[in-house]
């Protein structure tokens, strides 16, 4: 997570905290299945590293409660494809451009961001085919 998120009511914006807006962290995911965690939000960026076809979940609201408005940033960095995907597709709804909207997929060197528009819905925009 980026220096200085999350603040709350009272915090004073540091050096650190405000050079900390500027640039992204890296969380490089180098497994076949990956599911996003609250780590995954703000400024940072999360690479899918696998060579093969993997897969990234997008967990309930019940158990991981992302605020309205988190964005994710994904970039498939791997030679296979990257589908992502809801945990539990009859709880939570992903949407995209991609040809399969419930489960759009990123190619190598490509990049997606995950929106969360309710509570239990995500838009995925970028490069999603």
Do not use: E, R
């Not at 076809?53 to 019940?62: C, L, V």
């Not at 992502?84 to 190598?108: F, H, K, L, R």
């Not at 509570?119 to 085919?129: H, L, M, R």
């Amino acid at each position: 997570m980026a220096t200085g998120f999350p603040a709350i009511t009272g915090d004073v914006l540091s050096a650190a905290m405000y050079n900390g807006l500027t640039s992204y962290q890296i969380s490089t995911q180098s497994g076949a299945s990956y599911t996003l965690a609250t780590a995954d939000q703000y400024q940072v960026l999360v690479i899918a590293s696998n060579a093969s076809t993997k897969t990234f979940s997008i967990p309930t609201n019940a158990v991981t409660a992302f605020p309205t408005g988190t964005a994710i940033t994904i970039l498939n960095s791997g030679a296979g494809l990257l589908t992502i995907n809801a945990v539990s597709s009859g709880t939570t709804t992903v949407t995209s451009a991609g040809a399969v909207s419930a489960s759009p997929t990123v190619a190598q060197f490509k990049a997606a961001v995950c929106l969360k528009t309710a509570t239990d819905a995500w838009t995925i925009v970028g490069a999603v085919a």
